[in-house]
C-alpha cells in the first residue's frame, strides 16, 4: 500500500532553495487587454509573506524595487528599508537582474538596439543594477533579453545583433572582475514575446554563444520551462545538457501549455509528467542552485489567490520529489532501469587506431532489430507513481 510522505515532508523550509521575484508574487495582473487587477503589494509584505510560507528568498529586477526616476537620496531609502525586511525576516536575495525591456527606450532592443547610444545606455543601467544586487548579497545575476529581437527581419542583420551581445556581455564581465565581485551570469532564452523574434531563443543557442565569450567560465543559463515548451521543445533535455555542460546557474520554473502565449503558471499545474522528471533530473543531478519561480498568480486572483500560488508551486515541487525518491525506490521499476542500464553498456566508444576492429566486427543484426525496450511498461509504473496508485 503506498504510504503517506513523511510528516513535514512536503513543508517548504529555506534550505529547499525556493525562491520567487518581486514581479512574480508582486505582479498585477496587467495583460495586453487588460488593466491591473490587483493592487501592487510593498516590497516588505513580500519578502515576510514568503519567509513565512519557507522560501529561502527573493530575486529583483532594479526596477521592482526602484522607480525608474528615483533620486540618489531615494534609491538609499527605498534599499535601507528591503535590507531592514531582509534582515528581520532572514531571507535572501540570491539573484539579481535588470530591467532592460519596460522602458520604452529599449523598444529595439537594449544590448542588440541598432541606436549605439542604447547599446551604451543599457550598460549603464545594468552596471548600476549589478552593484544594486551585489550590495543585496546576489549571486547569480540573471539576462533575459525580452527585448532582444526584432519585429521584422529587416530590421537587423542577426550577425550584428550577436557581435553586439557579444560585446554587451564581454563588457559586463569585465566589469565584475574589476569591481572583483563574486558573481555569474545566466542567459535566460527565450524564443519570442514580447518581440516577434528574440535572439538566443533556446537554451542550445545560448549555451554555443557562451563559449565564444572572453569569459565563457563566467556565464551559464537560467532557462524557464514556459520559454522551451512555447517553442514545443522537451525542456528536461535542454535544462540535462546545461547540466552535463556545467552551465545550469539557475533555473525559473512555471508552467505551460504549448503553443500559446507565455503563461507563466504555478509550477507542475501543466504538463504533471514533464515537471515530475524535471524534478527527477534536478534531484538526481544534485543540482544545488536556486530553485526560482518565474510565474505569477491566475489573473482571476485577489491576493490571497497569490499566496495560494506561491505556496501551490513550493508544494507541488516538494509532491514531486517525493514522487521521485518513490519511483527511485520501487524494486519493479529499478529492476527495468538495471536492465537498461546494463544493456546501455559501460564502455565508451572511443577510437584509437590501434583498436581499429569495430570495423570488422559482426552483428547479430537479427536480434539486436527484434528486440523490445520494454518502454510502455516502465512509463506506465511512471504514471502510477505520478498518479499515485503506486
Ligand atoms: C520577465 C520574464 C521572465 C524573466 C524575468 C527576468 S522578467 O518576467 O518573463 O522570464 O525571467 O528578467
Ligand atoms: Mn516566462
Ligand atoms: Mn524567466
Same mark, same amino acid.
Given at each position: 500500500? +503506498?504510504?503517506?510522505?513523511?510528516?513535514?515532508?512536503? $513543508?517548504? &523550509?529555506?534550505?529547499?532553495r525556493?525562491?520567487?521575484?518581486?514581479?512574480?508574487?508582486?505582479?498585477?495582473?496587467? %495583460?495586453?487587454?487588460?488593466?491591473?487587477?490587483?493592487?501592487?503589494?510593498?516590497?516588505?509584505?513580500?519578502? #515576510?509573506?514568503?519567509?513565512?510560507?519557507?522560501?529561502?528568498?527573493?530575486?529583483?529586477?532594479?526596477?521592482?524595487?526602484?522607480?525608474?526616476?528615483?533620486?540618489?537620496?531615494?534609491?538609499?531609502?527605498?534599499?535601507? =528599508?528591503?535590507?531592514?525586511?531582509? *534582515?528581520?525576516?532572514?531571507?535572501?536575495?540570491?539573484?539579481? $537582474?535588470?530591467?532592460?525591456?519596460?522602458? +520604452?527606450?529599449?523598444?529595439?532592443?537594449?544590448?542588440?538596439?541598432?541606436?549605439? &547610444? @542604447?547599446?551604451?545606455?543599457?550598460?549603464?543601467?545594468?552596471?548600476?543594477?549589478? %552593484?544594486?544586487? @551585489?550590495?543585496?548579497?546576489?549571486?547569480?545575476?540573471?539576462?533575459?533579453?525580452?527585448?532582444?529581437? $526584432?519585429?521584422?527581419?529587416?530590421?537587423?542583420?542577426?550577425?550584428?545583433?550577436?557581435?553586439?551581445?557579444?560585446?554587451?556581455?564581454?563588457?559586463?564581465? /569585465?566589469?565584475?572582475?574589476?569591481?572583483?565581485? !563574486?558573481? #555569474?551570469?545566466?542567459? !535566460?532564452?527565450?524564443?519570442?514575446?514580447? &518581440?516577434? =523574434?528574440?535572439?538566443? +531563443?533556446?537554451?542550445?543557442?545560448?549555451?554555443?554563444?557562451?563559449?565564444?565569450?572572453?569569459? +565563457?567560465?563566467?556565464?551559464g543559463?537560467?532557462p !524557464?520551462?514556459?520559454?522551451?515548451?512555447?517553442?514545443?521543445?522537451?525542456f528536461s533535455h535542454g535544462v540535462g545538457q546545461a547540466i552535463e555542460a556545467g552551465k545550469l546557474f539557475h533555473i =525559473?520554473?512555471?508552467?505551460?501549455?504549448?503553443?500559446?502565449?507565455?503563461?507563466?503558471?504555478?509550477?507542475?499545474? #501543466?504538463?504533471?509528467?514533464?515537471?515530475?522528471f524535471l524534478v527527477k533530473l534536478l534531484e538526481d543531478s544534485g543540482y544545488s542552485g536556486?530553485l526560482?519561480?518565474?510565474?505569477?498568480?491566475?489573473?482571476?486572483?485577489? /491576493?490571497?489567490?497569490?499566496?495560494?500560488?506561491?505556496?501551490?508551486?513550493?508544494?507541488?515541487?516538494?509532491?514531486?520529489k /517525493?514522487?521521485v525518491?518513490?519511483?527511485n525506490?520501487?524494486? #519493479?521499476?529499478?529492476?527495468?532501469?538495471?536492465?537498461? &542500464?546494463?544493456?546501455?553498456?559501460? !564502455?565508451?566508444?572511443?577510437?584509437? *587506431?590501434?583498436?581499429?576492429?569495430?570495423? /570488422?566486427?559482426?552483428?547479430?543484426?537479427?536480434?539486436?532489430?527484434?528486440?523490445?525496450?520494454?518502454?510502455?511498461?516502465?512509463?506506465?509504473?511512471?504514471?502510477?507513481?505520478?498518479?499515485?496508485?503506486?
Amino acid at each position: 500500500m +503506498p504510504q503517506a510522505p513523511a510528516s513535514g515532508a512536503l $513543508t517548504p &523550509r529555506p534550505e529547499h532553495r525556493f525562491t520567487f521575484g518581486l514581479w512574480t508574487v508582486g505582479n498585477i495582473g496587467r %495583460d495586453p487587454f487588460g488593466g491591473p487587477v490587483r493592487a501592487p503589494i510593498p516590497a516588505r509584505r513580500i519578502v #515576510e509573506q514568503l519567509a513565512k510560507l519557507g522560501a529561502y528568498g527573493v530575486n529583483l529586477h532594479d526596477n521592482d524595487l526602484i522607480p525608474r526616476d528615483a533620486t540618489a537620496a531615494e534609491r538609499d531609502d527605498i534599499v535601507r =528599508d528591503f535590507k531592514a525586511a531582509l *534582515a528581520d525576516t532572514g531571507m535572501k536575495v540570491p539573484m539579481a $537582474t535588470t530591467n532592460l525591456f519596460g522602458d +520604452p527606450v529599449f523598444r529595439d532592443g537594449a544590448f542588440t538596439s541598432n541606436d549605439a &547610444r @542604447v547599446r551604451a545606455f543599457a550598460l549603464q543601467k545594468t552596471m548600476r543594477a549589478i %552593484d544594486l544586487g @551585489v550590495e543585496l548579497g546576489a549571486k547569480t545575476y540573471v539576462f533575459w533579453g525580452g527585448r532582444e529581437g $526584432t519585429d521584422t527581419a529587416a530590421a537587423k542583420d542577426p550577425r550584428d545583433a550577436i557581435k553586439w551581445f557579444r560585446e554587451a556581455i564581454n563588457y559586463l564581465c /569585465e566589469y565584475v572582475r574589476a569591481q572583483k565581485y !563574486e558573481l #555569474e551570469f545566466a542567459l !535566460e532564452p527565450k524564443p519570442n514575446e514580447p &518581440r516577434g =523574434d528574440i535572439f538566443l +531563443p533556446t537554451i542550445g543557442h545560448a549555451l554555443a554563444f557562451i563559449y565564444t565569450l572572453d569569459h +565563457p567560465d563566467m556565464v551559464g543559463v537560467n532557462p !524557464e520551462v514556459a520559454h522551451d515548451t512555447m517553442a514545443g521543445l522537451e525542456f528536461s533535455h535542454g535544462v540535462g545538457q546545461a547540466i552535463e555542460a556545467g552551465k545550469l546557474f539557475h533555473i =525559473d520554473l512555471n508552467a505551460q501549455k504549448p503553443g500559446r502565449f507565455d503563461q507563466d503558471l504555478r509550477f507542475g499545474s #501543466e504538463d504533471i509528467k514533464a515537471a515530475f522528471f524535471l524534478v527527477k533530473l534536478l534531484e538526481d543531478s544534485g543540482y544545488s542552485g536556486m530553485l526560482h519561480f518565474d510565474s505569477h498568480a491566475y489573473r482571476t486572483e485577489d /491576493e490571497a489567490g497569490v499566496w495560494d500560488f506561491a505556496a501551490g508551486s513550493m508544494r507541488t515541487y516538494l509532491i514531486l520529489k /517525493e514522487k521521485v525518491a518513490r519511483f527511485n525506490a520501487d524494486a #519493479e521499476i529499478q529492476e527495468l532501469v538495471g536492465a537498461l &542500464r546494463k544493456r546501455a553498456g559501460g !564502455e565508451a566508444l572511443k577510437f584509437s *587506431a590501434a583498436a581499429a576492429g569495430l570495423k /570488422e566486427r559482426t552483428f547479430d543484426l537479427h536480434a539486436m532489430r527484434a528486440q523490445g525496450y520494454g518502454y510502455e511498461k516502465l512509463d506506465q509504473l511512471t504514471m502510477e507513481i505520478i498518479l499515485g496508485a503506486r
